[in-house]
């Protein structure tokens, strides 16, 4: 297990691609840790109908302190490794993730 998160800022710099690793149908939503350079993130949410993915992004936006719509999944609709952009400056989620993962 990793405790470092490979983040990736966008070439403006007004966002970050964030990789992550979903644990869909959990007990609780949230950040669980670190994964292969990947953040873990639990949510409720069985993996049908994109009903996680759409969890996911709410549960990134409340981790980051974003409205829903700073959230947009990029790749991985269909696999537990995702990536999702997240409209937010690289220093303040690299400071958010820091906080997380302490």
Same mark, same amino acid.
């Given at each position: 297990?990793?405790?470092?998160?490979?983040?990736?800022?966008?070439? $403006?710099?007004?966002?970050? +691609?964030?990789?992550? =690793? /979903?644990?869909? !149908?959990?007990?609780?939503? &949230?950040? @669980?840790?670190?994964?292969? &350079?990947?953040?873990?993130?639990?949510?409720?949410?069985?993996?049908? $109908?994109?009903?996680?993915?759409? $969890?996911?992004?709410?549960?990134?936006?409340? +981790?980051? !302190?974003? =409205?829903?719509? /700073?959230?947009?999944?990029? @790749? !991985?609709?269909?696999?537990?490794?995702? =990536?999702?952009?997240?409209?937010? %400056?690289? %220093?303040?989620?690299? /400071? =958010?993730?820091?906080?997380?993962? !302490?």
């Amino acid at each position: 297990m990793t405790t470092r998160v490979r983040l990736e800022p966008t070439p $403006d710099g007004r966002a970050c +691609i964030v990789p992550v =690793r /979903a644990q869909p !149908g959990a007990r609780r939503s &949230g950040a @669980s840790g670190a994964w292969n &350079g990947m953040l873990k993130v639990a949510v409720t949410a069985p993996p049908e $109908d994109g009903r996680a993915n759409a $969890d996911l992004a709410r549960a990134l936006a409340q +981790i980051f !302190g974003l =409205r829903a719509s /700073a959230v947009r999944l990029v @790749s !991985g609709a269909r696999s537990r490794e995702k =990536r999702f952009r997240i409209e937010a %400056s690289f %220093s303040s989620v690299s /400071a =958010r993730l820091a906080e997380i993962l !302490g």
